[in-house]
């Protein structure tokens, strides 16, 4: 069910961007491209452009309502644990040491003081 839920979210993240690369903008977008100028010969132009809108706020709501309920009832949940993100893990680990180096002889033969 996680898997159809998956695909269906795609195909619906799909449409939706067609839909809106339809619409036609001030630089006349893509619909000449798709053959959106036909397309307002069959509808009329109002009802094309009513059409598209519509169907961007259908696959939106869609699209949406998908999410939620994907993640609602369907990713896996761990009961009485908190999730720690990748940063957090990190966080706990030890961080090693930097080994000490031995003194050093200054240019007269005698030991630098360490600081």
Same mark, same amino acid.
Do not use: W, Y
């Given at each position: 069910?996680?898997?159809?839920? @998956? !695909?269906?979210e795609?195909?619906?993240a799909?449409?939706?961007?067609?839909?809106?690369l339809?619409q036609?903008?001030?630089g006349g977008?893509?619909a000449g /491209?798709?053959?959106?100028?036909?397309a307002? !010969?069959?509808?009329? @132009? +109002? +009802?094309t452009?009513?059409?598209?809108?519509?169907? /961007?706020?259908?696959? !939106?709501?869609?699209f949406?309502?998908l999410?939620?309920i994907?993640?609602i009832?369907?990713?896996? +949940?761990l009961?009485?644990?908190a999730?720690?993100s990748?940063i957090q +893990?990190?966080?706990t680990?030890?961080v090693? /040491?930097? *080994?000490?180096?031995? *003194? /050093?002889q200054?240019?007269?033969?005698?030991?630098t *003081?360490q600081q």
């Amino acid at each position: 069910m996680f898997g159809f839920l @998956i !695909a269906f979210e795609v195909v619906v993240a799909v449409l939706l961007i067609l839909v809106i690369l339809m619409q036609a903008s001030k630089g006349g977008g893509l619909a000449g /491209t798709f053959g959106g100028g036909s397309a307002g !010969a069959v509808f009329g @132009i +109002r +009802r094309t452009a009513d059409f598209l809108i519509r169907g /961007t706020q259908v696959l !939106a709501a869609l699209f949406i309502f998908l999410s939620l309920i994907i993640n609602i009832f369907f990713l896996p +949940r761990l009961e009485g644990e908190a999730i720690e993100s990748v940063i957090q +893990r990190s966080a706990t680990q030890e961080v090693p /040491t930097v *080994p000490q180096l031995p *003194p /050093t002889q200054s240019p007269l033969g005698q030991p630098t *003081p360490q600081q």
